[in-house]
């Protein structure tokens, strides 16, 4: 008769997960410490740009189905 043993690696998911999310907070630390506040002004207005213009045409768009169903209708 043979016997078989089996051994196995049991890795707690606690500590695994806690290191991963220190690193990560450490990493955005860094990150944003190093940041200026005048670049992230600039991207915050570029930003505000970006998402006003892309909006415009959206609201032209239902200005002019509203109008097409205000003639449809009356």
């Known amino acids: 008769m043979n016997v078989i ?3 196995r690696t049991v890795f707690r998911q606690a500590n695994k997960r806690a ?3 220190r690193s990560f907070r450490e990493l955005s630390r860094a990150y944003f410490a190093r940041e200026s506040s ?6 915050a207005l ?3 740009i970006i998402v006003a213009i ?3 045409p959206i609201f032209a768009a239902a200005g002019a189905l509203n109008e097409l169903l205000q003639r449809a209708l009356g």
């Open 5 to 7: 043993t089996v051994k």
């Open 54 to 56: 892309s909006a415009w």
């Open 46 to 48: 570029l930003f505000a």
């Open 19 to 21: 290191r991963l999310s």
């Open 38 to 43: 005048l670049e992230f002004a600039i991207e």
